[in-house]
């Protein structure tokens, strides 16, 4: 299970993704805040965490397969895309069941 507090440091998942696709930060920076963001968390394993991890898994290994030292074909902008859509959703999920949420500033 999933508590408020933790619900509330996993909400910011949004925050991330967003910032990533308004250019403010990299991809993986993105990706590292976000892990960033789980271990803080500290949660215990469930189902929902599990599927955090294999958004998570997905979302970074189609990340390294669009790097310019990656072959051709193993993965598109708009698989990644698709990936960050889904993780996403899992965040704005949780932000949802959050009351009185917090919005912390974007680091530049």
Not at 3 to 8: L, P
Request: charged share 25%; glycine share 6%; net charge negative.
């Amino acid at each position: 299970m999933i508590d408020e507090h933790q619900r509330r440091i996993l909400s910011q998942v949004v925050d991330q993704i967003d910032g990533c696709r308004e250019g403010r930060l990299s991809p993986t920076q993105a990706l590292n805040n976000i892990w960033g963001l789980y271990t803080a968390a500290e949660v215990e394993f469930t189902p929902e965490v599990q599927e955090f991890q294999e958004l998570f898994v997905l979302a970074t290994a189609l990340n390294d397969a669009r790097q310019e030292f990656m072959p051709e074909g193993l993965g598109t902008d708009a698989d990644f895309e698709a990936a960050l859509d889904a993780l996403r959703v899992w965040a704005a999920r949780l932000r949802e069941q959050t009351p009185g949420r917090v919005t912390y500033p974007h680091a530049d």
